[in-house]
């Protein structure tokens, strides 16, 4: 819960949970009370993309799981086709996708588990696994050459 | 009506999403692709139930949900009968015109994993589906209570080891066959039951689209490869679930009406179970000389179920 509070408070948009008047703890929550992902109305939410929506401090799109991760998938936009595989197999949402295409990873998000990695078609792979910490400029100056067919 | 068009996945990516990330699932966790993918396959008002499981507990950690929907989870067992319920509130609310909006478009949805569908909820889910309900029944199946350590369900297949019918000198696993639970659905008369894996995205779109449109009760086996419990690396959930596929440990199919039966998907090339098996680790000790007749019997189970599809397809009866 502590560790959950200080993810939160570092996330995007500094939401700090502390902020938030009456929130108590989870054994101390009545019956019936209503967590809402929202802020105000929230029709239409199917319709408004994520950077349009008002999330509300509840809403898990304002935590992180960036800690959980050992490596990280870097994406390359000179290769990558804009299939969409990455996007609709992310298990954590965490493709950026608008107007077709691929804009990047929200490493706010990835877990690191490397599936879009293994469902990239392109050759070389658009997406790579690198360590944590490795820079973005460093990680495309490494990218493996077009591997030919094995005849 | 509004369901999101989805003739390829560019198009399918435009779609926004109503699951949100920073759920607490496994890396390569499969169910979440799965949910995902069903709020994302059409714009109408959801409401979800779900029965305690990996997805419940993964997905409402206090101070956090990841639904951008309304969402209720009461016990183990009674996503559906929470989902029958609300159903039952809501028509009868549109009838008096007591809604707030009364012309919008409102799915009932409910999640089980395979413990709480095949073992726990079963009672509960066959009551909601023979009172015909308007809502649609999503099965997790990862073929394991992967919650609590992966203990064996109903849905755990004969052979693998599962830490309540652990493998050993003495045993290779669990003894019993995996129950059909798609047929026990279809038998109950539904008008649409389906057995769907998310590495054929499209057809699985489809399915969950038709299940929606839909009216009554409907039911869907989704196979959920689950790399904790089938130990496997957590990037191979897509490679897996292909392998589950194409060796038809998980045929995929829909029954409509509970009689007209349609093979959805007819791998190109068939594998042999000993390939879906050797991916993971719970099969491992029946490459053992002593317990390699299991692998034989499940080949044998598998011939003979796909052989019925097809005979069933064909007659169309």
Redesign the interface.
């Known amino acids: 819960m502590q560790d959950l509070r200080l993810l939160a408070q570092a996330k995007r948009g500094q939401r700090g949970l502390e902020n938030k008047s009456g929130l108590v703890g989870w054994d101390e929550v009545t019956q019936g009370t209503v967590l809402p992902s929202f802020e105000g109305d929230a029709t239409n939410i199917a319709n408004l993309k994520s950077e349009e929506r008002a999330y509300s401090n509840f809403n898990s799109y304002t935590a992180t799981v960036a800690s959980w991760r050992v490596k990280k998938p870097v994406f390359n936009r000179d290769i990558c086709i804009d299939c969409q595989n990455c996007w609709v197999w992310c298990p954590d949402s965490s493709i950026l996708s608008r107007d077709k295409q691929m804009l990047g990873i929200d490493y706010d998000h990835c877990k690191g588990c490397e599936v879009c990695v293994e469902v990239c078609p392109t050759n070389p792979k658009s997406l790579l696994m690198f360590g944590e910490y490795t820079e973005l400029e460093e990680a495309l100056a490494q990218w493996p050459e077009k591997k030919k067919k094995e005849k | 009506m509004a369901i999101t068009s989805i003739k390829n996945?560019?198009?399918?990516?435009?779609t926004?999403?109503?699951?949100?990330?920073?759920?607490?699932?496994c890396?390569?966790?499969?169910?979440?692709?799965i949910v995902?993918?069903l709020m994302n396959c059409?714009?109408?008002?959801l409401v979800i139930a779900t029965n305690t499981g990996c997805l419940e507990v993964s997905?409402a950690?206090?101070?956090?949900?990841?639904?951008?929907?309304s969402w209720i989870h009461i016990g183990f067992e009674n996503a559906a009968t929470a989902a029958a319920g609300a159903e039952a509130m809501f028509k009868a609310r549109k009838k008096k015109g007591t809604l707030k909006?009364n012309n919008?478009s409102t799915k009932f949805v409910a999640f089980g994993g395979d413990g709480s569908t095949y073992d726990i909820g079963f009672q509960w889910l066959s009551g909601a589906i023979e009172r015909g309900h308007d809502f649609t029944y999503i099965c997790l199946d990862n073929e394991n209570y992967a919650n609590t350590g992966g203990q064996r369900s109903s849905a755990t297949p004969i052979g693998a080891t599962t830490s309540t019918a652990q493998a050993g000198s003495h045993s290779y696993g669990k003894k019993e066959k995996k129950k059909d639970l798609v047929a026990i659905m279809a038998a109950h008369g539904a008008p649409y039951v389906a057995q769907l894996a998310?590495n054929k995205?499209k057809i699985m779109a489809k399915g969950f689209q038709k299940a929606l449109e839909t009216e009554g009760p409907c039911f869907i086996n989704t196979v959920s490869p689950c790399c904790t419990e089938w130990k496997f690396?957590?990037?191979?959930?897509?490679?897996l679930a292909d392998l589950a596929t194409d060796s038809l440990m998980f045929p995929v199919y829909e029954i409509i009406d509970g009689h007209e039966l349609n093979i959805l998907y007819r791998p190109k090339n068939i594998i042999t179970v000993e390939e879906y098996m050797a991916a993971q680790g719970r099969y491992k000790h029946l490459f053992k000389p002593e317990y390699r007749h299991i692998i034989d019997e499940v080949q044998k189970q598998v011939n003979k179920n796909w052989e019925m599809l097809q005979r069933r397809e064909e007659a169309r009866i």
């Open positions: 996945l560019k198009e399918f990516s435009t926004n999403d109503r699951f949100e990330g920073a759920h607490t699932l890396p390569g966790c499969a169910h979440s692709m995902r993918e059409t714009d109408d008002n997905t950690v206090y101070p956090f949900t990841s639904w951008d929907t909006d919008a998310p995205w690396d957590p990037k191979d959930t897509i490679g």
